[in-house]
């Protein structure tokens, strides 16, 4: 799945290249990844509002579980736009809109370094990607070598053939009739 919960995930100092710092939540970009988190106070407050409702605890706190917070790879990113109204629109493959509402110029500046930042991760990926292939076709370029310096024999036949050649011609030289 694209978009994932990562619990615990910490990040040094040198990896973030840009935050956002709404009352509500904040906006984390590093080189691989978008970062949505929402900020303490929220999440109390819809988790006391949630305490007299065990129903809509149940369902609405799954959502939020699966939703908040949210980690985005840079490489999975489609786009990123800007609308009038200051809201970026990020995105995702499978037709998924994420919406983060923001004022113009902070809007502005995030839609400009994710469009910076996207090709960059995309490319790490793929070069990733070609460096597994690479290291996979390898291995099996060796397995192939040794199967052809081994002579293993391609069916059962024919290695219960070449135990008869070879039992044979031991029994010649050892009766050399």
């Known amino acids: 799945m694209v978009v994932t919960r990562i619990e615990g995930l910490k990040m040094s100092e040198t990896d973030l290249v840009f935050e956002i710092d709404h009352p ?5 970009v590093t080189n691989d990844m ?6 303490g106070n929220v999440k109390n407050e819809i988790e006391e509002a ?5 129903g809509l605890r ?16 840079l490489s999975d990113i489609d786009s990123v736009k800007m609308e009038k ?16 509402p923001l004022r113009p110029e902070e809007a502005e500046k995030l839609v400009s370094k994710l469009n910076q930042l996207i090709p960059e991760a995309k490319k790490r990926v793929i070069e990733r990607i070609s460096e597994k292939q690479r290291e996979r076709e390898i291995v099996e370029e060796d397995i192939d070598i040794r199967k052809e310096s081994a002579q ?8 219960h053939q070449e135990e008869k050649d070879i039992d044979e011609e031991i029994e010649r030289e050892e009766n050399p009739d």
Do not use: C
């Not at 293993?152 to 290695?159: C, G, I, L, Q, V």
């Open 34 to 39: 978008l970062k949505i988190d929402v900020k």
């Open 24 to 28: 509500y939540f904040i906006i984390r």
């Open 152 to 159: 293993f024999p391609e069916s059962p036949e024919e290695m």
């Open 85 to 100: 109204t200051g809201e970026v629109k990020i995105a995702l493959p499978h037709r998924i809109v994420a919406n983060i």
């Open 50 to 54: 949630l305490e007299n409702a065990p």
């Open 58 to 73: 149940e369902t609405i706190g799954r959502i939020l579980n699966v939703f908040v917070p949210l980690h985005i790879r």
